[in-house]
């Protein structure tokens, strides 16, 4: 089987920093993407992750632990507009499919 | 914006009746995805496409069909249509499958199944 696990809820106060953790069991693995979902809308890719480390695009990074088969998105200066759903995907037992975790719903407090 | 068109968006039907959706891409990207979105249950694979006419399950592939006749279009058929298949319907295209590039979805068709 495969799966991938996120807490179903973070709130951070603005200008904080955020982590939002992914654990995953797939019998294939070929790399951790994340994507941003706002309520009423369509999920838009954020990143991705192929090896071990930190990948950082502006206020967001995304890190990967395959030996942990663990992940994180970390959101940096938050701000209102971040409010949103965040979803980790990953292949699952071939590298066509894109299986998505259940989400985390953060929300940003003034 | 990636090229990609979900018909129709929204969809009201009777139990039992049989519904089609569409979804149209301009991008020719190879890899084409079918997902349901449910409260508390995140993005389920419904079925996906790796080339005109290859085609496989996801995860939550029971009551529904899939057809890819052309490297465009990527159609999902509910056989039947059950008040359990109510759900907003995601589909989405990559040009390289899981390996790192990223997946553009159409907006969505809200289907209502009464």
């Known amino acids: 089987g495969q799966s991938l696990e996120q807490p179903s809820e973070v709130t951070a106060v603005e200008g904080a920093i955020v982590q939002i953790n992914c654990t995953y069991q797939?019998?294939?693995?070929?790399?951790l993407s994340w994507y941003q979902q706002h309520d009423g809308g369509a999920p838009t890719f954020l990143s991705y992750n192929a090896l071990d480390g930190l990948e950082e695009t502006g206020r967001f990074s995304s890190f990967l632990s395959r030996s942990d088969s663990y992940g994180y998105l970390l959101l940096q200066e938050l701000q209102m507009k971040d409010s949103a759903s965040y979803f980790c995907a990953a292949g699952g037992d071939s590298s066509y499919k894109l299986i998505f975790g259940s989400g985390t719903r953060l929300l940003v407090r003034p | 914006d990636a090229g990609i068109t979900q018909s129709p968006r929204h969809k009201v039907t009777e139990t039992g009746t049989p519904v089609t959706l569409r979804c149209h891409q301009t991008e020719n990207h190879r890899y084409m995805y079918w997902y349901r979105q449910d409260p508390g249950h995140g993005l389920r694979l419904i079925h996906y496409s790796y080339g005109v006419k290859d085609t496989d399950k996801g995860e939550v592939s029971d009551g529904y069909s899939v057809s890819r006749s052309k490297t465009e279009d990527f159609l999902l058929t509910l056989e039947s249509a059950t008040s359990s298949q109510t759900s907003v319907y995601f589909c989405?295209?990559?040009?390289?499958?899981?390996?790192?590039?990223?997946?553009?979805f159409g907006q969505g068709t809200r289907l209502t199944v009464v």
């Open positions: 989405a295209i990559s040009e390289g499958g899981t390996g790192g590039t990223e997946a553009f």
């Open positions: 797939t019998s294939g693995f070929y790399g």
